[in-house]
């Protein structure tokens, strides 16, 4: 119950069994009558809401014109429920800018410069705009789901672009591509592209990996982490240890297909970020794996997944830098 209003049992002789109280004060401050000028004010704004409105009109009015509508690769994107609450637009504001649809999603991305001028422009006439609050900004690439990494420089200048070596304290200069894919029962393999936005539901796993470059025959290690848990903004859980493996071995193929011949040290955990966050930068990454790793007594399949710090444990461990990665983009499930 509201802590302003309580109701509680009144014992008393008389009709009376029950008195409401007011828990801080007995009674409301006089409310403040409005101003001429304020009113006036007001009316004002009302006025701007009710043209602005009117003059919205929807980019997809026309859907057949705007299907397949493509970001190019390296913009700066968003969901649209962030933009939303980032910037304080409505679902009337956001619908008029070009966007992005993820099939077998009910999500879309919008670039952020356009949300922001949006916003800017809303925020600069005469209607009235909320509060702008912290922004994560997130690079989304774009590109089909099926389109592996195939640049070492593009795939370092993503891991960049979103923070994650200074967020998990590593230096990230890969030397070989690690390939991710992500198995679709009675569809196409999602293959990860780094930065790319990948729905909840796709990412039950477990994943399979694989070695583009000369990495040598292994043995390799291959960690899973998310740095954003419980949310970008409040990374209190984290990092969470989403997967980690030894003994991984190539195979012959183009790429090079990675086998483990020992059981994971820890399972895949599937992503499940909390309703209401932004996507999470689910990282993956790989690393030679140096003689006596077996003999570890850090991490074992009973370690509490939570506050794992990955950089100390490479250094504890002797795995060093890593030598290639990827990472997506996943948020929770809609809620409509």
Known sequence: MPVYRTETPFASSGPETKRTLLAENKSAPPRKKPTKEEKAEAAKKREAVKNWKDSLVPWNKDANANAGFKWPAGTLGMYKSDAKSSYGLTEEDILTLPHESITGSSKSFFA?????????????????????????????????????DTSLAEVKAAFEAVDLPEDIFITFDPTVLLEVTFPEPGAKDIILHAGIHVPQNKTAGPPSFAVNGNAGTGPFVVAVIDPDALTPQDPSEAEIRHFLGANFFTSRGDPQPLTNRTPAISNFLMPTPPAGSPPHRYTFLLFHQPAGFNQQTLVNSTTSIEHFNLSSFAEATGLGRPIGGTFMLTGPEPTT
């Open 112 to 148: 952020h410069r356009q949300v922001k001028e949006l916003a800017h422009h809303i925020r600069t006439s005469d209607m009235h705009f909320p509060h702008i609050t912290r922004l994560l900004l997130l690079v989304a690439s774009f590109v089909a789901t099926n389109a592996q």
